[in-house]
C-alpha cells in the first residue's frame, strides 16, 4: 500500500475509505490487465493494414539443378480485402471499450462496497452507544428498586423485574456488539489493517451528491457501456464475415539468391530472381463457414442489445427502490426526532412519579424500553436513509464523481471524468 493510501488516525472518514479500497483491491488491479490486454487485441489486428516481410534460407536439393543454398526475402501489402481487416478491429476496439467500462464498474462496485460497509459499521457502533446506555438506564432503575426494597417500600416481585430487564438489556447489547465486530470486519477486509477505533459520520454533502432529482444519462452506465461495446465489436465480427465471401487483392514482391548452387528460377549459377505481383485470393469452400460466423453475429447483435435494455432497467429498478428509501427515511427522521424527545421527557417524568410511589417499577421499566426503542429507531431510520444514498449513488454511475475519485489515480489507472 502506498503511503497515500495508509489508513489515517482518528474516525475513518468515507471518502478516505473508499480511496484506500479502490487503490488496494485486486479486482481493480485484475480489471486493467485486462484492459491492457485488449488493447494489445487492437494493435494485433491493425497490423493487418500494414506490409509483412518475411525472409528465410532454404538448403537441399534445387529442382535437377542439385544441391544448393537459396536465400530468400518477400514483402506482401494488403490492397483491399472488402472489411477483413477493418471488421477486427473494431471487434477488438469494441472489446477494449467493454475491457475500460467493465473497469469502471469495477471501481464504482468496490466504492459502493466500501461505503455500504462503512455505513452499516457507523450503524452498529451508533447503537452500541444507545445500547449502553439502555443497560446504564435499566441498571440505575434497578439500584432504585434495590433502595426501596432494602426501605420495605416495594416488593420482591419489582427486584426480578427489574433483574431481568438488566439481563435483556445487557443481552441486547453483547447481540449489537457482535454484529458491530462482523461490520467491522467487512469493512477491515476493504480498507486493510489496523482498522481504527471508530468510523466518522458521513459527511453531510453526501446527499448533494447523490443528486436523487437530477436526470440520469443511462447511456453513461458502465453495464450498458459495456453491452454496447459488445454491440459494436459484434458489428466488426458481422463485417468480418461478409467479408470472407470477398478476395483479398495485394501487392507481393520477393526477391531471392543462390547462395551456393544454381537458382531454380532462372537456372543461373549464383543467380537472383525477383518478382512484383498483383494477387486476388478468396475461399471458394469452407462448408458453411461464413454462413454461421454470420449467423452467429447477427445473433451477437441482438443479445448485446437485449443486454443494453437489461442493463438500463436493472439500474432503473435499483434507482427507483433506493430513492423510495432515501426519500421514506428522510420523511420519517423528522417524526422519530420527536418521539425521543417525547419520551425522553416521559421517562424523566416517570421516575419522578415512581420516587413518590404513584408509578410502579413496570411503567418506569417499560419508559426505559420506549426510549431505547425510539433512539434505537432513529438511528436505523438515519442509516437507512445513508445507505439509500449509497445504493443510489452506485446505481446511477456516480461513485467516483460522488466520492471524489475523478481527476485522480487509483492503482496508476488516471480516471478522467
Known amino acids: 500500500m502506498s503511503p497515500?493510501?495508509?489508513?489515517?488516525?482518528?474516525?475513518?472518514?468515507?471518502?478516505?475509505?473508499?480511496?484506500?479500497a479502490v487503490n488496494r483491491h485486486p479486482s481493480i488491479a485484475s480489471a486493467a490487465h485486462a484492459v491492457t490486454q485488449a488493447e494489445g487485441q487492437v494493435d494485433y489486428a491493425k497490423s493487418g493494414y500494414y506490409p509483412k516481410i518475411t525472409a528465410g534460407v532454404n538448403s537441399g536439393r534445387v529442382s535437377s539443378y542439385g544441391n544448393g543454398q537459396i536465400a530468400t526475402v518477400s514483402v506482401s501489402q494488403m490492397l483491399h480485402d472488402f472489411?477483413?481487416?477493418?471488421?477486427?478491429v473494431t471487434q477488438a476496439e469494441g472489446q477494449t471499450i467493454k475491457r475500460q467500462a467493465l473497469l469502471l464498474k469495477q471501481i464504482d462496485t468496490i466504492a459502493q462496497d466500501t461505503?455500504?460497509?462503512?455505513?452499516?459499521?457507523?450503524?452498529?457502533?451508533?447503537?452500541?452507544?444507545?445500547?449502553?446506555?439502555?443497560v446504564a438506564a435499566v441498571r440505575g432503575v434497578l439500584d432504585m428498586v434495590q433502595l426501596r426494597a432494602d426501605s420495605g417500600l416495594t416488593s420482591q416481585s419489582d427486584f426480578i423485574q427489574a433483574t431481568t430487564r438488566v439481563q435483556s438489556a445487557e443481552a441486547n447489547l453483547q447481540q449489537i456488539s457482535t454484529l458491530l465486530g462482523q461490520s467491522r470486519a467487512r469493512l477491515s477486509t476493504l480498507v486493510g489493517y489496523p482498522m481504527p477505533a471508530t468510523v466518522a459520520t458521513l459527511p453531510e454533502e453526501l446527499?448533494?451528491?447523490?443528486?436523487?432529482?437530477?436526470?440520469?444519462?443511462?447511456?453513461?452506465?458502465?453495464a450498458v457501456l459495456a453491452a454496447d461495446a459488445d454491440r459494436q465489436s459484434a458489428y466488426g465480427q458481422l463485417e468480418n464475415a461478409k467479408a470472407q465471401r470477398y478476395p483479398t487483392l495485394s501487392l507481393e514482391a520477393s526477391a531471392n539468391k543462390a547462395l551456393s548452387g544454381t537458382n531454380p528460377n532462372n537456372g543461373e549459377e549464383n543467380g537472383s530472381y525477383n518478382t512484383?505481383?498483383?494477387t486476388g485470393s478468396m475461399l471458394i469452400y469452407q462448408g458453411g463457414a461464413v454462413s454461421a460466423q454470420i449467423r452467429t453475429a447477427n445473433a451477437a447483435i441482438e443479445a448485446a442489445e437485449s443486454a443494453i435494455n437489461e442493463a438500463r432497467l436493472s439500474a432503473e429498478d435499483t434507482l427507483l427502490r433506493s430513492q423510495e428509501q432515501a426519500v421514506g427515511a428522510r420523511g420519517?427522521?423528522?417524526?422519530?426526532?420527536?418521539?425521543?424527545?417525547?419520551?425522553?421527557?416521559?421517562?424523566?417524568?416517570?421516575?419522578?412519579?415512581?420516587?413518590?410511589?404513584?408509578?410502579?417499577v413496570l411503567d418506569?421499566?417499560?419508559?426505559?424500553?420506549?426510549?431505547?426503542?425510539?433512539?434505537?429507531?432513529?438511528?436505523s431510520t438515519q442509516h437507512d436513509y445513508w445507505s439509500g444514498l449509497v445504493t443510489y449513488i452506485g446505481a446511477s454511475g456516480r461513485s467516483r464523481q460522488a466520492y471524489g475519485l475523478n481527476n485522480s489515480t487509483v492503482q496508476q489507472i488516471e480516471i478522467e471524468q
Open 332 to 360: 420519517r427522521l423528522g417524526i422519530l426526532k420527536q418521539r425521543v424527545a417525547s419520551i425522553t421527557e416521559t421517562r424523566e417524568l416517570y421516575r419522578e412519579q415512581y420516587t413518590v410511589g404513584t408509578r410502579s
Open 276 to 278: 512484383v505481383m498483383l
Open 83 to 88: 472489411g477483413k481487416v477493418s471488421g477486427s
Open 207 to 222: 446527499e448533494r451528491n447523490t443528486q436523487l432529482v437530477d436526470a440520469i444519462n443511462y447511456g453513461m452506465l458502465p
Open 364 to 379: 418506569l421499566l417499560n419508559a426505559e424500553q420506549e426510549a431505547y426503542q425510539a433512539a434505537a429507531d432513529e438511528q
Open 4 to 20: 497515500t493510501c495508509r489508513i489515517p488516525a482518528g474516525a475513518l472518514e468515507l471518502y478516505d475509505a473508499v480511496f484506500i
Open 115 to 134: 461505503a455500504q460497509a462503512l455505513v452499516e459499521t457507523h450503524r452498529y457502533q451508533s447503537l452500541l452507544t444507545i445500547a449502553r446506555d439502555q
